[in-house]
């Protein structure tokens, strides 16, 4: 399924602190986490997520550090600090408020048909 | 095992393509390039082969472009190149972090000592410690540089041997006072100095040409780097002076006697290992002022050919013309040199090699009016040390500009390459180092030291 770019930047931030709240992670765990969590259904572009783990770091909500894989190369993981848990309880805050919002919406207008017939 | 093999090299060759982006850096291929590994063996795990899982996981990186847009957003500072001359992570370099730092100020403290005790050693005899300064700088910089290389003591003793012989010529030959054969011997020798140092930058590999000129770039970017620590430290001195000053103390001997004699040969080793250590993190500004002064070097040419032409009587120029002339011609043969070491050797012929062309056009026409100068005063008043010094060095210079005007012509017209002419320059600068050491060396005594 494709995404709105802007909507995938919205979502990326609680996203990511969200899966490192259940632990520490290096960048491609965080995208395998992401996958599953979204039944494959949301894919971002691999190369983007880095940028992002670095304005995180630099925001000081998470912090990184280099390790190494199992097969011996350098692997830098990420853990979520404190000022990140306060970050993401916000943001979950008001996605909460966002998703209800949207749930009202959804509930009054049933969905619109994919394609519009009748246009000539 | 084959499979991994051309696996690996796929990689590496990723890694150049992304390295390449001045906005990722070092650690943040590694980071990708974990990535890409783990995704590569998830896809693998699913039955693709390397080449279509490689190519997957490429594809899923993203398009490099508007990745490294996203890096710029968050790295804008890294298009400023930095310039980490402590390497952070040390894990990359086998030398522990401060050694290199110890060194280089252990040789810049060094070097002022020198300087201190040559000093305090000649007394008031300044011509003495004149014809030695560079005897007491230059050996550190060479000390650095071979350090840095991992010199073999073939190179080491290729190093010692001149400064050895240059130090007991220039301290033994018994020099008239205030003759021209010392002057010549002064000016000569730290030419003769900088091609040792040449050796001791390129270790070993004396015959490459590569390498050679990378000590030409070497020397451009170490000129620059000096300039720039001069201008700082004049700064910080100037307003430490001041200071003093208000408060009533006279900073002069302070600054003559003890400050500069340990800043200005300090600071040639310290500039020394800024060109060693910024490897690629700025751009060589050297070529970039050639750019800039070849045009404005042509009208300064023509300028001088007309006024020369126009004051009537050539045989009127005097020494100190001669001696400007041929100061200009060096800055064009530098200029020369540099442009070529920074050209891409594949770009096709551009408006800048026809700008260097007609450069080199004006000043061999400047050495050739000076060349019938020097001869017309020769046949008059007969030979000297200095005419006969000023002369080598013009047919030095008019080899060297001819050879490069006639293969830079044939290249721009398509019959040679960009890399004869580039070789031409690398392969004739020994022969500066050769004639310095021959004033050096013999003039005094076939002019009885006069």
Same mark, same amino acid.
Request: net charge negative; no cysteine; aromatic share 8%.
């Given at each position: 399924?494709?995404?709105?770019?802007?909507?995938?930047?919205?979502?990326?931030?609680?996203?990511?602190?969200?899966?490192?709240?259940?632990?520490?992670?290096?960048?491609?765990?965080?995208?395998?986490?992401?996958?599953?969590?979204?039944?494959?259904?949301?894919?971002?572009?691999?190369?983007?997520?880095?940028?992002?783990?670095?304005?995180?770091?630099?925001?000081?909500?998470?912090?990184?550090?280099?390790?190494?894989?199992?097969?011996?190369?350098?692997?830098?993981?990420?853990?979520?600090?404190?000022?990140?848990?306060?970050?993401?309880?916000?943001?979950?805050?008001?996605?909460?408020?966002?998703?209800?919002?949207?749930?009202?919406?959804?509930?009054?207008?049933?969905?619109?048909?994919?394609?519009?017939?009748?246009?000539? | 095992?084959?499979?991994?093999?051309?696996?690996?090299?796929?990689?590496?060759?990723?890694?150049?393509?992304?390295?390449?982006?001045?906005?990722?850096? =070092?650690?943040?291929?590694?980071?990708?390039?974990?990535?890409?590994?783990?995704?590569?063996?998830?896809?693998?795990?699913?039955?693709?082969?390397?080449?279509?899982?490689?190519?997957?996981?490429?594809?899923?990186?993203?398009?490099?472009?508007?990745?490294?847009?996203?890096?710029?957003?968050?790295?804008?500072?890294?298009?400023?190149?930095?310039?980490?001359?402590?390497?952070?992570?040390?894990?990359?370099?086998?030398?522990?972090?401060?050694?290199?730092?110890?060194?280089?100020?252990?040789?810049?403290?060094?070097?002022?000592?020198?300087?201190?005790?040559?000093?305090?050693?000649?007394?008031?005899?300044?011509?003495?410690?004149?014809?030695?300064?560079?005897?007491?700088?230059?050996?550190?910089?060479?000390?650095?540089?071979?350090?840095?290389?991992?010199?073999?003591?073939? =190179?080491?003793?290729?190093?010692?041997?001149?400064?050895?012989?240059?130090?007991?010529?220039?301290?033994?030959?018994?020099?008239?006072?205030?003759?021209? =054969?010392?002057?010549?011997?002064?000016?000569?020798?730290?030419?003769?100095?900088?091609?040792?140092?040449?050796?001791?930058?390129?270790?070993?590999?004396?015959?490459?040409?590569?390498?050679?000129?990378?000590?030409?770039?070497?020397?451009?970017?170490?000129?620059?780097?000096?300039?720039?620590?001069?201008?700082?430290?004049?700064?910080?001195?100037?307003? =430490?002076?001041?200071?003093?000053?208000?408060?009533?103390?006279?900073?002069?001997?302070?600054?003559?006697?003890?400050?500069?004699?340990?800043?200005?040969?300090?600071?040639?080793?310290?500039?020394?290992?800024?060109?060693?250590?910024?490897?690629?993190?700025?751009?060589?500004?050297?070529?970039?002022?050639?750019?800039?002064?070849?045009?404005?070097?042509?009208?300064?040419?023509?300028?001088?050919?007309?006024?020369?032409?126009?004051?009537?009587?050539?045989?009127?120029?005097?020494?100190?013309?001669?001696?400007?002339?041929?100061?200009?011609?060096?800055?064009?043969?530098?200029?020369?040199?540099?442009?070529?070491?920074?050209?891409?050797?594949?770009?096709?012929?551009?408006?800048?090699?026809?700008?260097?062309?007609?450069?080199v056009g004006a000043a061999l026409a400047v050495d050739a009016v000076m060349l019938t100068a020097m001869l017309t005063r020769i046949a008059q008043f007969g030979t000297s040390p200095n005419k006969i010094a000023a002369l080598g060095l013009n047919l030095l210079l008019l080899v060297h500009l001819g050879a490069s005007a006639w293969r830079?012509?044939?290249?721009?017209?398509?019959?040679?390459?960009?890399?004869?002419?580039?070789?031409?320059?690398?392969?004739?600068?020994?022969?500066?180092?050769?004639?310095?050491?021959?004033?050096?060396?013999?003039?005094?005594?076939?002019?009885?030291?006069?």
């Amino acid at each position: 399924m494709h995404f709105d770019k802007d909507l995938v930047a919205a979502s990326a931030t609680p996203l990511v602190l969200g899966i490192l709240a259940d632990g520490d992670l290096y960048g491609y765990a965080i995208l395998k986490r992401v996958g599953e969590l979204s039944g494959g259904r949301m894919q971002w572009t691999d190369g983007m997520l880095y940028p992002l783990l670095h304005r995180l770091e630099r925001l000081g909500h998470v912090s990184s550090s280099w390790g190494t894989s199992e097969t011996g190369r350098r692997r830098k993981h990420y853990a979520i600090s404190p000022t990140g848990r306060a970050a993401l309880a916000e943001r979950q805050a008001q996605w909460s408020v966002v998703a209800d919002a949207l749930r009202q919406v959804w509930e009054a207008a049933p969905r619109p048909a994919t394609v519009v017939e009748g246009w000539a | 095992m084959a499979h991994d093999d051309e696996l690996e090299a796929q990689v590496d060759r990723w890694r150049g393509y992304v390295h390449s982006r001045q906005v990722i850096s =070092t650690a943040d291929v590694d980071e990708l390039e974990d990535h890409l590994r783990g995704q590569v063996a998830d896809l693998r795990a699913t039955g693709l082969d390397d080449d279509e899982a490689f190519l997957v996981a490429i594809k899923r990186l993203g398009n490099l472009d508007a990745v490294s847009r996203e890096y710029a957003r968050e790295h804008s500072d890294r298009l400023w190149k930095q310039l980490a001359l402590v390497p952070d992570d040390a894990a990359d370099s086998k030398v522990p972090r401060w050694r290199e730092l110890a060194v280089v100020l252990g040789l810049a403290f060094g070097a002022g000592v020198a300087v201190r005790a040559g000093i305090s050693w000649f007394g008031d005899d300044e011509v003495g410690l004149v014809r030695n300064v560079g005897l007491l700088v230059l050996p550190f910089l060479a000390a650095y540089l071979g350090w840095k290389r991992k010199a073999g003591p073939r =190179t080491v003793a290729a190093v010692v041997v001149p400064f050895v012989v240059l130090a007991v010529v220039l301290n033994v030959y018994p020099f008239h006072p205030e003759g021209s =054969t010392e002057l010549l011997a002064i000016l000569h020798a730290p030419v003769v100095m900088w091609l040792v140092v040449g050796l001791a930058y390129v270790a070993g590999s004396w015959r490459s040409d590569g390498r050679r000129m990378d000590f030409v770039r070497f020397t451009g970017e170490l000129a620059i780097y000096y300039t720039l620590l001069a201008l700082g430290g004049g700064v910080l001195l100037g307003l =430490t002076a001041g200071m003093l000053q208000i408060v009533g103390l006279d900073p002069g001997p302070g600054i003559a006697g003890w400050v500069m004699p340990f800043a200005v040969p300090g600071a040639l080793v310290v500039a020394a290992w800024l060109v060693e250590a910024k490897q690629d993190v700025v751009e060589n500004i050297a070529p970039v002022l050639t750019r800039i002064f070849t045009p404005l070097t042509i009208a300064m040419l023509l300028a001088v050919l007309v006024v020369l032409i126009a004051s009537g009587g050539i045989v009127e120029v005097d020494r100190d013309l001669l001696i400007v002339m041929d100061a200009i011609l060096v800055l064009v043969l530098a200029l020369l040199v540099y442009s070529i070491s920074a050209r891409d050797p594949f770009a096709p012929p551009g408006l800048a090699d026809w700008l260097q062309l007609v450069m080199v056009g004006a000043a061999l026409a400047v050495d050739a009016v000076m060349l019938t100068a020097m001869l017309t005063r020769i046949a008059q008043f007969g030979t000297s040390p200095n005419k006969i010094a000023a002369l080598g060095l013009n047919l030095l210079l008019l080899v060297h500009l001819g050879a490069s005007a006639w293969r830079s012509a044939r290249f721009l017209r398509g019959r040679g390459t960009f890399a004869q002419l580039e070789r031409w320059q690398t392969r004739y600068l020994p022969v500066y180092g050769a004639w310095a050491a021959v004033v050096v060396l013999v003039f005094p005594p076939l002019f009885d030291f006069v």
